[in-house]
């Protein structure tokens, strides 16, 4: 049983920058494909990044292109989401995600989730 828990959300200006961390407990992430993924209130959820088994392919939302940079560590069995130049369309609540497999579509396991709220 994969067991993931986010946490680095909170309240930032806008410019303002964050990082979000997901850990996983209960099996390796070397067989799991990252996502991560968010969703603000009245809206659909989406993916932001999704980062391969080895780091090989990294996909990202068009909107976060630049200045979010998602990364892993395997062996600490972490998944990270370095997010700069935040803007208020960013706010809301953040997923890690994890697929048994290559690719993001057919997330397997959730965590939580961790709030990101940027206003003035």
């Known amino acids: 049983q994969l067991q993931l828990v986010e946490s680095g959300g909170g309240s930032v200006q806008p410019g303002g920058s964050l990082r979000l961390s997901c850990v996983a407990s209960?099996?390796?992430?070397?067989?799991?494909?990252m996502g991560w993924f968010r969703q603000a209130p009245g809206k659909e959820r989406e993916m932001v990044s999704c980062i391969s088994t080895t780091s090989t392919n990294i996909k990202y939302l068009d909107s976060v292109k630049g200045r979010f940079t998602a990364s892993r560590d395997n062996a600490k069995n972490m998944v990270y989401l370095q997010m700069n130049g935040l803007k208020p369309e960013d706010s809301g609540v953040y997923y890690c995600a994890a697929a048994l497999g290559w690719g993001c579509s057919g997330m397997d396991y959730w965590g939580k989730g961790t709030l990101v709220t940027v206003s003035s």
């Open positions: 209960g099996s390796t992430l070397d067989y799991y494909a």
